[in-house]
């Protein structure tokens, strides 16, 4: 069923990929190279790590033949169940890797502050299945996005620093291509070896990315045997890297996505009580589907940030200068009514830090939440907020967090935030389940060096919030479920639409029926949102 079918006629070229030091380095080819079509581009290329590749083309690219899903025999039924379920994916431990060429898909959209690398996680996380398919006899191409380029080149969002981060927790040269396309790219990954890899340079500089364009997913396709999503924080995004190429592809989870899912699923599933939901970040928005799916999971939900802010608008208090979303009161209200019914304690901040601007270096003192003044802003929760959650956390035995308290980027308004991540640790310490995600939360436990000590660090943002919504993931639901008999689920193209909006959506043509939508039009950042 897989890849094997292919011709075994790979010539035994030597490769040109230099190493860090320009030199070519050694492959550690096998005497028989492993099965691949006959037909990919006879190109030279050179590839530098994290530089650009130069090509002299020969002969032009001719299109692989692609794997045609298997005749629906066991019906429409198990095609939908295959769809629905979230979990039961087959992963990379169904594929033999020998020989393969895995096209990867990681999520290396990692914080950048002057070409660094803030924090690394989604890079350590990726690196157990990049591993297993090294160490598997597989070669291995990377893809992944970084930042927001919108189909522009832009060359602060490349992703050399994400290359050279992975070569040091990898201790493999990975080099990364010019471009994730192109006749130099075609030639790089012919010349690839059993346990070598590369990165392609971000999808995102394409269009077709963010449009799942089919033909931009078929030539992303061409570059492997098998496609591996290992990509969760990203799973929520219908694009051409995380679905389109599952459509051309026989399909597997990673470990990191596995795990992920499985963490989630078990906190959904089966949380020990009292369960406890902490939200926090910048806004209500693009969270009201998950607070109303978490008032009916947990037993107390903790908020903070300016999603607080908005609640304390619903609940006839006045924010001052605060960020809060005026449009959002009406949902908060409607969220408070709900965890009422269903006996869900709340707790929103009863004092909090405020600042007369949101920067470093501002003055601020601490004041009741019943006495915000009218010209300040709320930046961070205030000490005796911070010792009520304590005291509410004492009992809890599964706690939830995402998002930071204040504005955590500013040293004096990340307090909240870091005693929260002190009394995550506690919490942990004793026993107690504790799942964090997004970007500034695991910061807060890294900067305090207890991050390790959590159940599970989530490396998605949206991602893990809609999953935690009930929602399916698109990334997830192109793979098909373990022991499936089809290479390919027939169901994955999705109809390209320029992001826009939700009015786009509308206009986009009826047919084919998208299954799932690209989910660049509900982009609503979760994570990144700040209190600024
Ligand atoms: C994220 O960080 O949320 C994921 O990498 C997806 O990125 P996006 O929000 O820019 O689509
Ligand atoms: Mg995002």
């Given at each position: 069923m897989l890849a094997s079918s292919r011709p075994a006629n790979r010539p035994q070229v030597k490769p040109t990929i230099t190493g860090s030091n320009g030199q070519p380095r050694p492959t550690g080819a096998p005497p028989t190279a492993p099965s691949r079509p006959a037909n990919r581009p006879n190109v030279k290329a050179t590839v530098k790590p994290g530089g650009t590749t130069s090509t002299t083309p020969q002969v032009r690219p001719v299109p692989r033949p692609i794997p045609r899903?298997?005749?629906?025999?066991?019906?429409?039924?198990?095609?939908?169940?295959?769809?629905?379920?979230?979990?039961?994916?087959?992963?990379?431990?169904?594929?033999?890797?020998?020989?393969?060429?895995?096209?990867?898909?990681?999520?290396?959209?990692?914080?950048?502050?002057?070409?660094?690398?803030?924090d690394d996680s989604r890079i350590r996380a990726a690196v157990p299945t990049i591993k297993a398919l090294l160490d598997g006899g597989?070669?291995?191409?990377?893809?992944?996005?970084?930042?927001?380029?919108?189909?522009?080149?832009?060359?602060?969002?490349?992703?050399?620093?994400?290359?050279?981060?992975?070569?040091?927790?990898?201790?493999?040269?990975?080099?990364?291509?010019?471009?994730?396309?192109?006749?130099?790219?075609?030639?790089?990954?012919?010349?690839?070896?059993?346990?070598?890899?590369?990165?392609?340079?971000n999808v995102r500089f394409h269009a077709g990315e963010e449009r799942n364009d089919p033909a931009f997913a078929e030539r992303l396709a061409s570059y492997g045997d098998v496609f591996v999503n290992d990509a969760f924080g990203a799973a929520h995004r219908a694009h051409a890297s995380t679905v389109g190429v599952a459509a051309y592809l026989p399909s597997y989870v990673g470990l990191l996505m596995e795990q992920e899912v499985e963490a989630l699923s078990n906190l959904l599933e089966k949380p020990a009580r009292p369960?406890?939901?902490?939200?926090?970040?910048?806004?209500?928005?693009?969270?009201?589907?998950?607070?109303?799916?978490?008032?009916?999971?947990?037993?107390?939900?903790?908020?903070?940030?300016?999603?607080?802010?908005?609640?304390?608008?619903?609940?006839?208090r006045s924010v001052g200068k605060?960020?809060?979303?005026?449009k959002m009161v009406d949902d908060a209200r409607r969220i408070l009514k709900l965890a009422q019914d269903r006996g869900v304690r709340v707790l929103l901040p009863v004092d909090g830090v405020v600042a007369k601007e949101v920067t470093r270096g501002t003055e601020f003192k601490v004041v009741s939440t019943d006495k915000l003044p009218a010209s300040w802003h709320m930046v961070d929760l205030g000490p005796a907020s911070i010792t009520a959650i304590?005291?509410?956390?004492?009992?809890?035995?599964?706690?939830?967090w995402n998002g930071p308290l204040g504005v955590f980027e500013i040293p004096s308004f990340a307090v909240a935030t870091r005693e929260l991540a002190k009394v995550a640790a506690e919490k942990a310490d004793a026993g107690a389940t504790v799942v964090v995600g997004g970007g500034d939360s695991i910061a807060a436990l890294r900067q305090?060096?207890?991050?390790?000590?959590?159940?599970?660090?989530?490396?998605?943002?949206?991602?893990?919030?809609?999953?935690?919504?009930?929602?399916?993931?698109?990334?997830?639901?192109?793979?098909?479920?373990?022991?499936?008999?089809?290479?390919?689920?027939?169901?994955?193209?999705?109809?390209?639409?320029?992001?826009?909006?939700?009015?786009?959506?509308?206009?986009?043509p009826a047919k084919p029926k998208p299954i799932i939508k690209?989910?660049?039009?509900d982009d609503e950042d979760d994570e990144s949102d700040t209190l600024a």
């Open positions: 899903p298997a005749p629906p025999q066991t019906g429409p039924r198990r095609m939908a169940q295959e769809l629905i379920s979230a979990s039961g994916k087959r992963t990379i431990r169904e594929l033999h890797m020998q020989g393969q060429r895995v096209l990867l898909r990681v999520d290396f959209n990692v914080p950048l502050s002057d070409g660094k690398i803030v597989a070669s291995v191409v990377i893809m992944s996005h970084l930042g927001r380029p919108d189909g522009r080149v832009v060359d602060g969002l490349r992703l050399r620093p994400a290359a050279e981060r992975l070569t040091q927790l990898i201790r493999v040269n990975v080099p990364t291509t010019g471009d994730a396309l192109g006749v130099g790219t075609d030639d790089a990954v012919r010349r690839l070896r059993p346990g070598e890899l590369l990165l392609l340079e369960f406890a939901a902490i939200v926090g970040g910048g806004k209500v928005s693009g969270k009201v589907a998950v607070l109303e799916a978490l008032i009916k999971k947990v037993d107390l939900l903790i908020l903070g940030g300016g999603v607080a802010n908005t609640f304390l608008v619903a609940s006839g605060s960020l809060y979303e005026s304590r005291e509410a956390l004492a009992p809890i035995k599964t706690i939830l305090l060096g207890v991050a390790e000590k959590m159940t599970h660090l989530s490396t998605g943002g949206g991602a893990s919030l809609e999953f935690l919504e009930g929602r399916d993931l698109p990334g997830l639901a192109v793979v098909p479920t373990a022991g499936s008999p089809y290479e390919t689920l027939p169901i994955i193209y999705v109809s390209p639409v320029k992001p826009g909006g939700k009015a786009a959506a509308k206009r986009a690209p989910s660049a039009l």
